[in-house]
């Protein structure tokens, strides 16, 4: 509650933006072999939608979220955050890495404050790093570095560090992919919680069907790599949702047989 | 058993018992204290009770600094519980104190009363002393000259040694052109440069520095660059999500990174630049430590090169302490990350 009303109250809900994967195909060289990655994805994502990736693990979906990121150039296709290319990074769009991550000589509190640092704001808004530690729940960890603090809290200061720059697209890189189940369960209603409250546009790889399902309004499913998209699901259903739910569970079992699964569930 | 209780104890056990855990308490707290204390009365008396078998001034004073000391082992240590932190620290250090006065004792016996070790080599402590009181002027203007020039020569070795290493590890243009040089020129000893530096530069005294930054220069700017190197892409990454500029990234996410491995190579350079500074003190600049030394041996006064070999030992391991002190203040973050 509290943080609720501190968040509000230092910073306005950032709407989120739209993203445009137009026939997006990109390919790495290996000791000059081509290796294709991702073959002429495209995918259209509303303001505000929270979209699950889900495939076999090294089809291409870490590769595809560092173009949404502008941190590499796709070979062919385009890329677009509300109409404009996508070239560069920006801090409109932030990930969080599966890794934390964390800057291991800055304390808890500079390594929520870097992008505003970076972008040379920090001076002027201080509160919103404040605000931000505040959301996560770790104020009283503000002095601490990073090597003092468990796994858990280690991803909620990297998820602070990308919320203190109210982007309008949040990508998550499998976030909760090393977290025990109790610490994810819990961090999956926190984030579902925040992007209902921000608003953000959501973009989340996760190899968890269970938790695609339980957090986003549309689940893409890849093929093997290189990755095409398989499948474009979507999942109406209110928040919060609950994991017995047989709807849920009638889309796991189709997503299952799509990545192969069927036999074993 | 089961019933135990406080007044059991009070009445019975603890009276009893007292009184030997007190006493072996005592002497483990301060039995070594009084030891010291002992040893350095032993170096007093052993100062005082025969006749020197040369003529030195300073043998009386001695022996009765040796006495004060003895008395504030002894005060310090027995009584450290009323002394805060300066009492825990003599304590901690007695055995240090004892060990002290006994090498004092034989060094003072061996030399200046029987003369077993060769006279003029080994002189006795009075006469280092003798040193320290009499030719004190000399000595210091010797410290200043040592300390001017290895400052000088290691901050600007430090610092051109830093610069170099990130520029190699951040631009590859930059990389392109020195690490060819750096390969060629940098595992020559800077001593190598010796004679020609003294006769291309235009005075000994910017020789010496240039050569003392060279020294240092070569493993900071080595150990800067693969600091800066092998800085994972990761934090790089996220710094530029996060909306950095390229300056932001080598200011703010390459050099902190890369600072545990700049510091053991300033750590290195010290130690190469130390000899450095001696060599060119003694062939060339005329002042300083190392040049002290060389006159001294030039007088045969023995007891003066061990007096600035002293001084010299001090300087330099106060300046690597320093060293460490800036470091441990700069890198608190590794606390608990790695093993110290
Ligand atoms: N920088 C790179 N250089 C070469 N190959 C890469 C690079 N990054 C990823 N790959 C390859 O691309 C494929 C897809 O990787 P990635 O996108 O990380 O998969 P995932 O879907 O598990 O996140 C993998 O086979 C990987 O080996
Ligand atoms: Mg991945």
Partial sequence: MVATAIAEAVTQPAAGAALDIEQVSHAFDIDGTELPVLSDVSISVEPGEFVALLGPSGCGKSTLLRLVAGLDKPKAGRLREDEARIRSPHPSRVVVFQDPTLFPWRSVWDNVALGLEAQGILRSQRQRVDAALDLVGLSSFRNAYPHQLSGGMAQRVALARALVNDPKILILDEPLGKLDSLTRITMQAELVALWQRKGFTTLLVTHDAEEALVLANRVIVFSDRPARVKADIRVDRPYPRHRGDPYLAELRRQILGLLGLDATW | ?340
């Fill in chain 2, 1 to 340: 058993m089961s019933t135990y209780s406080l007044s059991d104890g009070l009445a019975s056990g603890a009276p009893r018992t007292s009184r030997a855990p007190l006493l072996s308490s005592w002497v483990r707290e301060s039995g070594i204290g009084v030891l010291a204390s002992i040893a350095w009365i032993t170096f007093g008396f052993s100062c005082l009770w025969w006749e020197d078998v040369g003529d030195w001034s300073r043998t009386h004073s001695l022996g009765i600094a040796a006495f004060i000391i003895a008395a504030i082992a002894l005060i310090g240590t027995v009584g450290a519980d009323y002394l805060g932190s300066a009492g825990r620290g003599l304590r901690q250090r007695a055995a240090w104190l004892v060990a002290l006065g006994a090498f004092l004792t034989v060094w003072e016996v061996a030399t200046a009363k029987f003369a077993w070790l060769p006279l003029p080599f080994f002189p006795p402590p009075q006469s280092i002393i003798e040193v320290y009181t009499d030719d004190l002027p000399k000595l210091l203007d010797s410290v200043l000259a040592s300390v001017k020039l290895q400052l000088g020569g290691y901050l600007i070795g430090a610092t051109i040694g830093f610069l170099t290493g990130v520029s190699i590890g951040w631009s590859r243009a930059v990389g392109y052109w020195v690490h060819p040089v750096l390969r060629f020129i940098g595992p020559l000893p800077a001593t190598a440069w010796l004679p020609i530096a003294f006769f291309t530069f235009p005075s000994s005294w910017s020789a010496s520095t240039f050569l003392i930054a060279l020294a240092t220069g070569f493993p900071v700017t080595v150990l800067t660059w693969s600091g800066v190197a092998s800085v994972s892409n990761a934090y790089y990454d996220v710094a530029r999500t996060l909306g950095a500029k390229p300056s932001f990234l080598v200011l703010k996410v390459a050099i902190p990174a890369a600072l545990p491995h700049v510091f053991v190579g300033l750590f290195m350079g010290l130690g190469a630049s130390f000899a450095v500074l001696v060599v060119a003190e003694m062939i060339g600049v005329k002042a300083g430590l190392g040049w002290y030394l060389q006159w001294a041996q030039g007088w045969a006064a023995y007891a003066n090169m061990y007096a600035a070999l002293i001084v010299m030992s001090l300087l330099c391991s106060g300046a690597i302490t320093l060293l460490f002190a800036i470091r441990d203040r700069l890198l608190v973050w590794q606390k608990g990350t790695v093993k110290w």
